[in-house]
């Protein structure tokens, strides 16, 4: 069983930057993909970042050059760095953990984050 509790999320303006946290309890953190979705309201919940078990890194078109994913596994963590921040990138962000191969597919995750507010304003 993993838990995870994701934090740093808040209001900034336009451009400005913002770090996300989530931290995992249990064991074997490495062996774990661990991703980051959004969701707004009446929307989908949608891919943003992904940290794979073999230290791969993916993003969604739409944060690619403006987001970075890293983790520390000797922390149990993974963040999620994003700069030049738009109001478009408003949503609740989600950490999602799941065991060996990453994916992009929301269902494929097994456990998530409690999901923390990021809103950008013009």
């Known amino acids: 069983q993993v838990q995870l509790v994701e934090s740093g999320g808040g209001l900034v303006q336009a451009g400005d930057s913002l770090r996300l946290s989530c931290e995992a309890s249990?064991?074997?953190?490495?062996?774990?993909?661990m991703a980051w979705f959004r969701q707004t309201p009446g929307k989908e919940r949608e891919f943003v970042a992904l940290?794979?078990?073999?230290?791969?890194?993916e993003y969604a078109d739409s944060v690619k050059g403006r987001f970075t994913v890293s983790r520390d596994n000797a922390k149990n963590t993974v963040y999620l760095q994003m700069n030049n921040l738009r109001p478009e990138d408003t949503a609740v962000y989600y950490c999602?953990?799941?065991?060996?191969?990453?994916?992009?597919?929301?269902?494929?995750?097994?456990?998530w984050g409690q999901g923390t507010q990021v809103t950008v304003s013009t």
């Open positions: 249990g064991r074997a953190f490495n062996a774990y993909s």
């Open positions: 940290s794979t078990s073999n230290s791969i890194l």
């Open positions: 999602a953990a799941r065991a060996g191969w990453g994916s992009r597919r929301d269902t494929l995750y097994a456990y």
